[in-house]
């Protein structure tokens, strides 16, 4: 049982450059979500994806894209990195999403996370 | 709109003193409510979850929590403190609207004092 799985699970970035995080989750879960965790902030919501072609937007999303062309896989990219991104960042897929209480009550399954440093 | 307030930022207790891990919540209708568990440069892990089926939930590793309406309360305790409960927990509503809407705490760090 793989689960999500995250990589790089390290990144060094100079200012200015792109990169993409991968986010891959082996259980069939419509919802996926990108997650970055600061200190003392918990986690903020980015971007997330309630099925194959359908994103938005979460508490935190400039500076970051994301794409949903498979229901597996869910890329975080960052376009021109800033300082201000070093973060850890969280991926995490659930069941049983899009509508009533029985959407609410679906526990979120994370990766391990990937720590990113902007220089 | 939802909201979550973790009451602690840091607890330290004795090995096998009891913990008490504090959480208060508002929320418009009625919430999804868990607690996550997260070790060093590891991502976060289910405790529990209430989901209006019993006021009082228990979870892995001799974790439970009790919902309590009318203080908007849901504090996690465990009777004896192990070494291995050392880590930051998360609380955390979901709120039934549509899409999930999920709003975490700010966590709480517990530290196991040999």
């Known amino acids: 049982n793989a689960g999500v799985t995250q990589t790089p699970k390290f990144q060094v970035l100079k200012t200015g450059q792109s990169m993409t995080l991968q986010c891959a989750q082996d259980?069939?879960?419509?919802?996926m979500s990108w997650y970055r965790q600061d200190p003392g902030m918990g986690l903020r919501l980015i971007h997330y994806s309630v099925g194959a072609g359908i994103t938005d937007q979460g508490e935190v999303p400039n500076g970051y894209n994301v794409s949903r062309s498979t229901t597996e896989d869910f890329p975080l990219r960052l376009l021109s990195a800033a300082p201000s991104q070093t973060s850890v960042y969280f991926c995490?897929?659930?069941?049983?999403?899009?509508?009533?209480?029985?959407?609410?009550?679906?526990?979120?399954?994370f990766g391990d996370g990937t720590r990113l440093s902007i220089l | 709109a939802q909201s979550v307030t973790q009451l602690d930022s840091h607890v330290s207790v004795s090995e096998g003193t009891p913990v008490l891990l504090r959480c208060n919540y508002s929320?418009?209708?009625?919430?999804?409510l868990f607690w996550y568990v997260q070790h060093p440069n590891k991502g976060l892990q289910l405790l529990l979850k209430?989901?209006?089926?019993?006021?009082l939930v228990k979870g892995i590793n001799g974790f439970e929590a009790e919902f309590k309406k009318s203080e908007t309360s849901f504090h996690l305790t465990k009777p004896s403190a192990h070494m291995s409960d050392a880590a930051e927990y998360f609380c955390v509503v979901s709120d039934y609207g549509g899409y999930q809407k999920v709003t975490f705490g700010i966590g709480t760090k517990l530290q196991v004092i040999p």
């Open positions: 929320s418009s209708y009625s919430p999804s």
């Open positions: 209430y989901t209006s089926a019993a006021t």
């Open positions: 995490a897929s659930s069941q049983g999403l899009g509508r009533g209480l029985e959407a609410s009550n679906q526990p979120q399954h």
């Open positions: 259980m069939n879960h419509e919802y």
